[in-house]
């Protein structure tokens, strides 16, 4: 069974501080991992995926995120925090195996950005 | 190219009543997927279609049934709703076959129910 874990709830951050929004998963074999925003009362936008190749993971809006398969993680990061980033953000995984690509979220992590 | 449209928006539903949520997609995409969202939980998947006929229970199915004719549509019915079932419920697709499980999931906007 492959799950994920977003360990914080909220991460308060100042605009103009970097951000880095935690993320640890597990699966049987190489995994592909996701990372969804979500705006108040939108649905979920992708912002990046890791399938293979460089750890470090460039998105949308300035967003990045390393993949480390010692520590089984892929946290989401960005060098300069805006108040516009200000939103619930998912982590999802899913095995390079199986069939339907069926992904697994986290419970997300509400990031907080003020002035 | 609107991607995936959910109907309606809102709905308030009574207890025991039926409905069915809409979900279109205009990517061609292959593989279509429900999910429910609840406070704090994530989301979890109800029901997936591999294609038009085929379709399979994810993790929390119970009270809930869906049916593919097309490649387009995936509706999701509620038989007899009851409170457990207020949730906020979000369709998406991706195009899945061929890809080896690398392609992206889109979301639609979501269907917010409320059953008293």
């Known amino acids: 069974a492959q799950s994920v874990a977003q360990p914080e709830d909220q991460v308060n951050v100042a605009e103009g501080n970097p951000l880095t929004v935690k993320c640890t998963y597990s699966?049987?074999?190489?995994?592909?991992l996701f990372w969804y925003v979500q705006y108040p009362n939108r649905g979920l936008q992708f912002l990046l995926k890791?399938?293979?190749?460089?750890?470090l993971v460039k998105g949308s809006y300035g967003f990045e995120a390393e993949f480390n398969k010692s520590q089984t993680s892929f946290h989401l990061k960005k060098p300069s925090a805006l108040v516009s980033d200000s939103a619930l953000y998912f982590c999802a995984v899913r095995a390079n195996t199986g069939t339907a690509s069926k992904l697994t979220f986290g419970t997300g992590t509400r990031l907080q950005v003020t002035l | 190219n609107a991607g995936v449209t959910q109907t309606p928006k809102f709905r308030i539903l009574k207890i025991g009543q039926s409905m069915t949520l809409q979900c279109t997609q205009d990517m061609n995409h292959n593989y279509m997927y429900w999910y429910r969202q609840d406070p704090g939980m994530g989301l979890k998947l109800i029901y997936y279609?591999?294609?038009?006929?085929?379709?399979d229970k994810g993790e929390v199915p119970n009270g809930y049934n869906v049916s593919r004719s097309t490649t387009e549509d995936f509706p999701l019915r509620l038989e007899l709703a009851a409170p457990s079932q207020t949730s906020v419920y979000f369709c998406a697709s991706t195009s899945g076959a061929g890809t080896g499980g690398t392609d992206t999931q889109y979301f639609g906007p979501g269907t917010r129910l409320t059953v008293l």
């Open positions: 890791y399938i293979t190749g460089d750890n």
């Open positions: 279609s591999v294609g038009a006929g085929i379709t």
């Open positions: 699966v049987s074999g190489n995994p592909y």
